[in-house]
């Protein structure tokens, strides 16, 4: 069970092996990323804590996994890699060299001593980050676009969770030096996103909230406000 964090304390990360290149090795061009059937998707075997829930959605036309909390998706294939947030995270990884994209999916920013479990973000980024690079990606060609951190309970903020996860995630990133191109956090709503891992474009819907007194606000506030959130990076309403 997660211990609570004292005002101010900064959460001891745990960190993993870092899986990095051998010196000198070449890095080989991407190749065209290539398309696989669902049976075949289905039929990959799969490592603990990696998402494994296959489908055809309808709406996009694509072959998808869905990212369930505590879990994680990387890949290079043609599929999208979706996932619905409320106060839990997701951090969209993508190489732009490579074409490798990867999703996690945590709900605290840290757990007990010992804890390894992708539900915690300081184990769920160090095993996105190194899945990313057994599949190529390199360090300085890694960016990061993060959703979610909602308080989507009305009048529930006594542990602040949404607003913790944001502030670990982002500052995570800045001391791993992964820059964060877009990001669409905080705020009130639960959240749709969807992650295409070869182009590195990311899409959002802001779900119905718990919160009846915004509604009025809702409709003429939700795209523009999504729109300044996410300047600068490809994220899209849908």
């Given at each position: ?224 406000s999504v ?12």
């Amino acid at each position: 069970m997660a211990s609570p964090l004292q005002p101010g304390a900064q959460p001891e990360r745990r960190r993993l092996p870092r899986i990095t290149p051998l010196a000198g090795e070449a890095q080989a061009p991407a190749a065209a990323a290539p398309t696989l059937s669902l049976p075949q998707l289905k039929a990959q075997a799969r490592k603990s804590g990696e998402a494994s829930f296959f489908f055809f959605d309808p709406h996009f036309q694509h072959n998808a996994v869905k990212v369930l909390p505590g879990e994680y998706f990387v890949a290079r294939e043609q599929l999208a890699i979706m996932t619905v947030l409320g106060s839990c995270i997701a951090a969209c990884l993508w190489d732009s060299r490579m074409r490798v994209g990867g999703m996690n999916h945590f709900m605290l920013p840290d757990g007990d001593s010992g804890d390894a479990s992708g539900r915690y973000g300081s184990y769920a980024m160090e095993l996105l980050i190194n899945e990313m690079m057994k599949q190529g990606a390199r360090r300085e060609t890694l960016q990061a676009k993060i959703f979610g951190g909602g308080q989507v309970m009305a009048n529930f903020t006594t542990m602040n969770v949404g607003e913790r996860n944001t502030r670990f995630v982002q500052d995570y990133l800045a001391t791993e030096r992964i820059p964060v191109v877009s990001e669409d956090v905080l705020d009130i709503y639960p959240r749709k996103v969807v992650f295409f891992p070869v182009t590195g474009k990311a899409m959002v819907k802001r779900l119905a909230h718990a919160h009846p007194e915004a509604m009025a606000q809702e409709t003429r506030g939700n795209a523009a406000s999504v729109a300044r959130a996410t300047s600068g990076g490809s994220v899209d309403l849908f």
